[in-house]
């Protein structure tokens, strides 16, 4: 009966069958597909939409495709309208109009129906080879315009009722090199279309029509329901954090205002960079799409990723910016440079929010930023034996150090209980090197001392591989956090940065700038990438000895790391000496107080003691708001007097993080003024202002109340 209340068990079996569809379709797409980059490295996905392009459910391993799939098949809809019939099968790549993350993340799409009536649609994208363009692979860090980039496909037909347009795919063999492995891939993801057509089909006839469209909102409901009552659990209140996306020495300015406001979480990146000529410029259905499924993995790991999640958020990008771009901007790493950090920023922004809320439960998972803002890529081509372009994309750049966090370290290569562990799979070298003319050299966990903290980073992916067979390849190479390292939280040191470089034959190390095609490996060089990795959490100065100990050990630091960064102290036989341990770490905070800048504003402890209260709010790690007055919270040190910023009342040591004529990255560090513990470490641009700020409404409310006072 029509409106009827459905079976809760009812649903939870319908909401299972549909992922086992998108699970078995993933599995049709790598048996078909047969590029390395799908069936090794998985750089696919399957989403599953309503009849209105309404996301119901991801499959595969590129989570961030499915919110970009649902906005492809909604560009489908406007476009076709009514001329949208059974049978047809739509293919679409330009960002700029209703494609996907990029020009190579292509967006396969079919609607799906029964009796007639249109009940849903599919959407299986993955990253083809190349799309055409100025250089093999399509990525192409020196274009200015889109019209350099790759051959755009705005949502067009590949098969009209069941029947192929040749048409179509002609023009996509002529634009695009490795043209035969191109369109085996792309009828890879066909095969996943029509499979999943044939079974959500089946589960439609055996449900009806109604029960299953009625299921599906009713099922959105539910997780749009829930988020929201997590969302009310977070402070009300404005939450900013800033960050810079890098072309080489240039900076792109990321800034984001988080207003909670309920029910509803509202991200503004007013103030962002213009668009600029160079490939990474974005869109803001990538952005949301991005930032919902880190927002997902810290918020809502438990309900269904639908379209539910995405009701209660709102991103704001200003038009004719890096994030909101218009054509002609170049866009072939628009998931990657800008769209990966603008989403990295609000959940910077987010995680405050969580750091003030002592009611929300994610308020005890916090961490510093997360590996998605820092991966690398890397296409390699060469001339094949039949005389043709052939090409490797070295998707290893995903596996990148993860954040430490509140209570944890950081996971290696990628693996973040609290951000997202990374889905996809290393690519098996064995397999590799039978299909590339490649012989590699490494793949380990990079061990350094970035990242340090209470609890300290993860390490990220080092790789290598050089010639064989051949007597050179051409590489273009990109990447992010060159200069600009992703931030700790609570005092913990940021993280290391990526190093690209050729070890040439005769022994020297050429570093190569991280944004260029035409680099060149000739035999006997080595290709190497040093991933960078994310933050530590909390002073370092506060690890325990007993885990230091066990990291050198592990070979992670060295013994000269342990006094100068960890302060611990090994007695004669090798034991940690935990009285001169104590000792050493009071003297290396005594240091930083002598080497900081006084407070800019500091505070009395009377004026304090005279505003504050008993009642005690957390406002960041290891801060706390008394009254109208922040304090720290280990010392009780008085910081400073709503609304300012807590860190007025801070002694500050800014430390240049390059040395010479590279560019101006400072840390800033905000210590406790009585004993110099590290309350928190800035990364910045020489001369930008302070690039984080938390007001939630208690305490700019409390500030009224205490000049009104």
């Not at 009701?311 to 800008?338: K, W």
């Not at 402890?605 to 290891?622: F, N, R, T």
């Amino acid at each position: 009966m029509n409106g009827a209340p459905i079976d809760p068990i009812d649903l939870e079996v319908l909401r299972t069958r549909l992922e086992s569809v998108g699970e078995q379709a993933c599995r049709t797409v790598e048996n078909t597909a047969i590029s390395p980059a799908i069936t090794e490295s998985r750089d696919y996905s399957v989403t599953l939409m309503d009849a209105d392009g309404g996301l119901i459910i991801g499959s595969g391993q590129v989570v961030f495709h499915y919110g970009a799939a649902a906005h492809a098949v909604r560009s489908t809809i406007a476009r076709y309208g009514a001329e949208i019939l059974p049978g047809d099968v739509f293919l679409s790549n330009d960002p700029h109009n209703g494609g996907g993350l990029h020009p190579q993340d292509v967006m396969v799409q079919q609607p799906i129906y029964s009796g007639g009536i249109r009940v849903g649609w599919v959407a299986v994208s993955a990253h083809l080879m190349d799309m055409g363009g100025m250089v093999i692979g399509s990525f192409a860090p020196e274009a200015t315009e889109c019209y350099q980039e790759a051959f755009r496909i705005p949502p067009v037909r590949l098969f009209r009722e069941g029947r192929e347009n040749s048409d179509v795919w002609d023009l996509l063999r002529t634009n695009v090199r490795m043209a035969a492995l191109v369109e085996m891939d792309l009828r890879g993801l066909v095969a996943g279309c029509f499979f999943t057509s044939e079974k959500i089909g089946e589960i439609v006839e055996q449900t009806g029509a109604d029960l299953f469209t009625r299921s599906l909102t009713t099922i959105r409901d539910l997780s749009e329901r829930e988020l929201r009552r997590r969302i009310s659990l977070l402070e009300d209140g404005v939450y900013k954090c800033t960050s810079w996306t890098e072309y080489n020495r240039n900076f792109f300015e990321i800034p984001c205002a988080l207003t909670v406001a309920g029910d509803e979480l509202i991200f503004d990146f007013a103030g962002a960079a213009p668009q600029c000529g160079h490939f990474f410029n974005t869109k803001p259905y990538i952005v949301a799409s991005e930032l919902m499924v880190m927002l997902q993995h810290r918020m809502a790991p438990d309900l269904p990723f639908n379209n539910g999640l995405f009701a209660p958020v709102a991103v704001v990008c200003p038009p004719g910016s890096i994030v909101n771009a218009d054509p002609p901007a170049a866009i072939s790493a628009a998931h990657m440079h800008v769209g990966m950090n603008a989403a990295g920023v609000a959940m910077q922004a987010l995680t405050m929010a969580m750091a003030a809320s002592p009611e929300s439960p994610q308020h005890r998972y916090l961490g510093g930023a997360g590996w998605e803002s820092a991966l690398a890529t890397q296409v390699w081509s060469w001339t094949g034996a039949d005389g043709q372009p052939d090409a490797f994309i070295a998707l290893d750049g995903n596996w990148v150090g993860g954040s430490a966090g509140a209570e944890r370290d950081g996971g290696d290569l990628g693996r973040n209980p609290t951000g997202i562990a990374v889905r996809g799979a290393f690519p098996d070298i064995e397999v590799l090197e039978s299909w590339f003319p490649l012989l590699f050299t490494e793949r380990r966990t990079r061990h350094a001392i970035d990242g340090a903290g209470t609890f300290r980073a993860g390490g990220g992916n080092v790789f290598g591989f050089r010639p064989h067979g051949v007597a050179e390849i051409e590489g273009t190479l990109f990447g992010m956090r060159r200069w600009l390292p992703l931030q700790g939280m609570a005092g913990g040191m940021p993280g290391a940065c990526t190093e690209l470089s050729i070890e040439r034959a005769d022994g020297k190390n050429e570093v190569l700038a991280i944004h260029g095609s035409g680099h060149v490996a000739r035999e006997g060089d080595t290709v190497r990438m040093r991933l960078a990795s994310g933050g530590g959490f909390g002073d370092s100065l506060d690890r325990d000895p007993a885990a230091v100990s066990a990291d050198l050990a592990d070979g992670r630091i060295t013994s000269q790391q342990v006094g100068a960064v960890y302060g611990v102290v090994f007695d004669a036989a090798g034991n940690i000496d935990l009285d001169a341990t104590g000792q050493r770490r009071s003297a290396l905070r005594r240091a930083r107080l002598g080497a900081a800048t006084p407070a800019e504003r500091p505070l009395r402890p009377a004026v304090a003691e005279a505003i504050a209260s008993v009642d005690e709010q957390p406002l960041y790690p290891g801060i706390v708001q008394r009254g109208a007055v922040a304090f720290a919270k280990a010392s009780g040190a008085p910081l400073a007097v709503a609304p300012d910023h807590w860190t007025d009342g801070c002694p500050v040591v800014v430390e240049r993080r390059w040395a010479g004529d590279e560019p101006d990255v400072v840390l800033r560090h905000y210590l406790d003024p009585q004993t110099g513990a590290a309350l928190h470490v800035e990364v910045a641009l020489d001369g930008a202002p302070r690039s984080f700020a938390m007001a939630p409404d208690r305490w700019t409310q409390a500030g009224r109340a205490a000049r009104v006072a």
